[in-house]
């Protein structure tokens, strides 16, 4: 048996063994001897430096999502949607299947390491007539969910800012392109630093991890000592809202997931960034379940903190700037300056996150164009040297993100609508790989133990993680509020029915005649033959 085979998208002759991806070493199984065959990463011109370590991915990932802050800025729901009760017991019940994909998602980045992800797996996984077709589903899906979340991203800066604004002066009056202008500075702030301070990014993401770490337990312990009066156990974990108009509290419950799954979300962040760190079968998997694991629990802390420390809890149907954390802050620490300080640490944290989401999105980018599934591919998909950076799929990325921020002109409810679709596509394009793999006979083949392993289990978890896609994203597409008008419409399955449309049409104009995964496929050949 070959003991390495080093492939890549473009033809190798034997003065050329320089690929055009960044692959890692990957072991896949030899059909004969079972034994594990590995795909060698070459060192080449035009390839992202290995400047990450194991911290600098956690820092991405960690200021990505930025759980207990994420979950404050939900605070509303505890009025309206259920309660603190909801709130509490809906992130406990989605946090499970949460970690669950984030496991799953650990065990398929330890044997099949890749920048592209998903993309790479459903090709792997999936049957091969359907393959290139699935690979490309979950793709295309996989980058609208990350432009989606750097669109989000993006305008919770805008309202962030100016909503501390409003706690300073009062007689504020917001206008429409306030908020676009902050959010098309925060996007391009994103875009610059990450072309031109690709070296300092990893910097930067261990300075987000303490920001955020040092940062939550500041708030939060302020929190616990300032306020008064502090809610009851009943308050807390007992007295259920319902002012959603529903009859049932049981949808109320199961639409209350929604804090739970944007504050814990993009598990394959951490995967995109394969390609700039060393060891990935390792180190990938080690920081996608200590840091969702770490995550979780942090964000349990959190809550209970949030929950108790509510003084005026009407005052946060109408919060200060429209930011419910600022009006937690402003009730409950009694001290303009520690309020103010909170609000800092919250806008610092998401400005620094909204970077981290960029970083990976390019890299998702620059690997689907390298595929060709969009146009001009290969520009979109080349690193400048120089900077060390993918130029082109950054701006890519930011030219969408500006795009899509115009919506605010027009309506703030479908600039809304595009800002949360990112977690139901992200689900959507999760389904690709996982019904995959758990139809797949072999899993990762015979002969190959994973490095992080699920064990007899992984399977079975990897069919609870299917339902649970299916599960949350149809709850996630429901209105929170009934009877449903024009502004409290949902109207994420109308963002996400546009988005499948888009990648139907791009299929059949554009990608079904140049998308390829070539490396998969030269493997497959020596494979067979």
Known sequence: ???????????????????????EISEIPDSETGEALKIQDSVIEGALEKNFDIWGI?????????????????????????GAPFFFYAYLFAGVFCLLTAYSM?????????SSALIYWSHLYAPR??????AYLSGILSCACWI???????????????????????????????????????????AVVNIFGTRLIPLVARAVTYIFNLGTIFTLVALLARAHPKQTAAFAFKDVTNLTGWNSNG?????????????????DGACHMTDEIPNPRKNIPTVITYGYSGAYLIGFVAILVYNFCIVNPENLLDPVGGIPLFQLYVDSLHNDGLAIVSALIVIVGFICGSMGVVTSASRLVMAFANFEGIPFGRAIGSVNTRLNAPVWALLFN????????????????????????????MYVAYLVPFVALVFKKDRYGEGVKPLFSLGRWGRPINIICILWFLFASAWLCVPSYVPVTANSMNYTVVVLCAAVIVAVVNWFVYARKH???????????KLEN
């Not at 820092?59 to 949607?81: A, E, F, K, Q, W």
């Not at 305008?155 to 002066?169: I, N, P, Q």
């Open 1 to 23: 048996m070959t003991d390495s085979l080093k492939v890549g998208l473009e033809p190798q002759n034997e003065n050329n063994s320089k690929s055009s991806t960044g692959l």
């Open 58 to 82: 956690v820092g991405i990932v960690y200021s990505s999502i930025g759980t207990p802050i994420t979950l404050g800025t939900y605070l509303s729901t505890v009025i309206g949607v259920g």
């Open 106 to 114: 650990s065990e398929m980045a330890s044997v099949n390491p890749h």
């Open 129 to 134: 007539k359907y393959a290139r077709a699935l």
């Open 148 to 190: 989606f979340g750097a669109t989000a991203t993006s305008f919770f800066v805008s309202e962030l800012v100016l909503g501390l604004v409003k706690m300073r002066h009062p007689g504020y009056v917001s206008q429409t392109y306030h908020y676009y202008l902050v959010f098309l500075a925060n996007v391009t702030l994103s």
């Open 251 to 267: 949808v109320v419950f199961f639409i209350s997931i929604l804090p739970t799954t944007a504050s814990l979300a993009l598990f």
């Open 398 to 425: 930011a030219t969408l993100c500006s795009l899509l921020g115009l919506l605010v002109f027009a309506s703030s409810t479908a600039l809304n609508a595009i800002s949360g679709s990112y977690i139901s596509t």
């Open 515 to 525: 998308f390829s995964i070539e490396v998969i496929e030269k493997y497959e050949e």
